[in-house]
C-alpha cells in the first residue's frame, strides 16, 4: 500500500493557513491517485510531540539492546515516529515561517526523528533517496536579492536536515510569499503579487502531487 505522511504545523486553522492549503492540493492531487493508499497525518499546530529532552535523547545514541527500563519507555515515542517517517513512501509537510525560522513544533519532530545511525549519520540511512515537499508560506519576501534575504532561516535550515548532509531526502520546496499583505495596509502594493505567488505554489503542489503518486502507481 501506497503511504504519504502528511504534516501540518500551522497554529492557524486552514483557512487561515497558507501552508495548510497549498499542502492539501497536494494532498488532493495525490489521493485522487491513490483513494486506497494510506495517509499518515500529523497536525503538530494542534497536537504537538513533546521537545526532546532528557532520557529520550541519551537513548537516541545507544543501541536499542542496550537501552535501560527509563530510556527503553523514553524512546517509545521516538520510535514511533521515526518508523512512520521510514515506512513513508512520501512525505509532505507544511513549514510557515515563524519569526525567520520553522515553528517550534516541527523542529520537536524533526528532533525525534533525527536518530544518529539510523534516519542520518549513516552510510545507509533508512529514508535516503525519499522524495519529500516542503511548502515553506512566509509572510514577506525574502527570496534572493531582497533587502531581508539574510533573515531566512527556514530553506536554509532544512535543506541541511532534510538533503544531503542530514537524511537525504529528495526534497522540493514550494514557497507561496507575501501572505501577510492581504491583512496588513502597509503591503497593500503586494496584494497582486502575494495572489499570484499563492497560485503559483498551489498549481506547483498539485503537479507535484500528480507527478509523485504517478511515481508509486505501479
Not at 505522511?5 to 497549498?22: C, F, K, N, W, Y
Not at 539492546?65 to 523514553?74: D, I, L, N, V, Y
Not at 536518530?115 to 534572493?144: F, L
Request: proline share 7%.
Amino acid at each position: 500500500m501506497v503511504t504519504l505522511l502528511h504534516i501540518d504545523s500551522s497554529v492557524h486553522p486552514h483557512e487561515a493557513s497558507v501552508s495548510r492549503d497549498v499542502a492539501a492540493s497536494f494532498r488532493k492531487a495525490w489521493e485522487a491517485e491513490h483513494p486506497d493508499g494510506k495517509v499518515i497525518y500529523r497536525d503538530l499546530g494542534t497536537d504537538p510531540v513533546p521537545h526532546l529532552e532528557g532520557p529520550a535523547a541519551v537513548a537516541g545514541f545507544i543501541a536499542p539492546a542496550e537501552h535501560t527500563p527509563e530510556q527503553a519507555e523514553a524512546f517509545k515515542l521516538r520510535d514511533e515516529l521515526t518508523s512512520e517517517f521510514e515506512q513513508a513512501d512520501a512525505v509532505l509537510i507544511g513549514a510557515p515561517m515563524y519569526n525567520y525560522t520553522i515553528p517550534s513544533t516541527l523542529k520537536a519532530w524533526l528532533d525525534h526523528v533525527i536518530v544518529m545511525g539510523r534516519t542520518t549519520g549513516s552510510p545507509t540511512r533508512t529514508a535516503a533517496g525519499k522524495p519529500a515537499t516542503v511548502v515553506a508560506s512566509r509572510g514577506g519576501g525574502y527570496g534572493p536579492g531582497t533587502p531581508r534575504e539574510s533573515f531566512e532561516f527556514v530553506l536554509t535550515y532544512l535543506d541541511k536536515v532534510l538533503g544531503e548532509s542530514g537524511f537525504g531526502l529528495d526534497a522540493e520546496y514550494i514557497v507561496p510569499e507575501l501572505t501577510l499583505a492581504e491583512g496588513n495596509p502597509a503591503m497593500a502594493d503586494l496584494v497582486d503579487m502575494a495572489k499570484a505567488s499563492r497560485a503559483q505554489a498551489h498549481e506547483a503542489a498539485e503537479l507535484r502531487g500528480k507527478a509523485l503518486a504517478a511515481r508509486f502507481a505501479n
